[in-house]
């Protein structure tokens, strides 16, 4: 079975770092792509940053540009999402996705993880 796991989240004060895991199991291909997505009360979802193999392709929005860093371990089939200088607004619950068909439908997500809270406040 197709299993996506984030971890990581928690409470941070203004201008701290995180660093946020999503573990993935049972995807019924062997390239790497998954994206990071967020979600706040009374916000649209957001796909805040999106990994393709060995960095050959990335993506980030631009209200974190500078600030948060996505990689992967292959072997280990995990994907990482280094966040630095955190904003309040940068508060959500923080999702993983994958596509079900990486080659001809990489922008439809159909493999979602179960999220991971994290709090930016002083």
């Known amino acids: 079975q197709v299993q996506l796991v984030e971890s990581g989240g928690g409470f941070v004060h203004p201008g701290g770092s995180l660093r946020l895991s999503c573990a993935a199991s049972?995807?019924?291909?062997?390239?790497?792509?998954v994206a990071w997505f967020r979600q706040a009360p009374g916000k649209e979802r957001e796909r805040v940053a999106s990994?393709?193999?060995?960095?050959?392709?990335?993506y980030y929005v631009d209200s974190v540009k500078g600030r948060f860093t996505v990689s992967g371990d292959h072997a280990k089939k995990t994907l990482f999402l280094e966040m630095n200088s955190l904003r309040p607004e940068d508060t959500a619950i923080y999702y993983c996705?994958?596509?079900?068909?990486?080659?001809?439908?990489?922008?439809?997500?159909?493999?979602w993880g179960q999220g991971t809270q994290v709090t930016v406040s002083s």
């Open positions: 996705a994958a596509p079900k068909d990486p080659y001809q439908r990489p922008n439809d997500y159909y493999y």
């Open positions: 990994y393709l193999s060995n960095g050959a392709g990335t």
């Open positions: 049972g995807l019924p291909f062997s390239v790497l792509m």
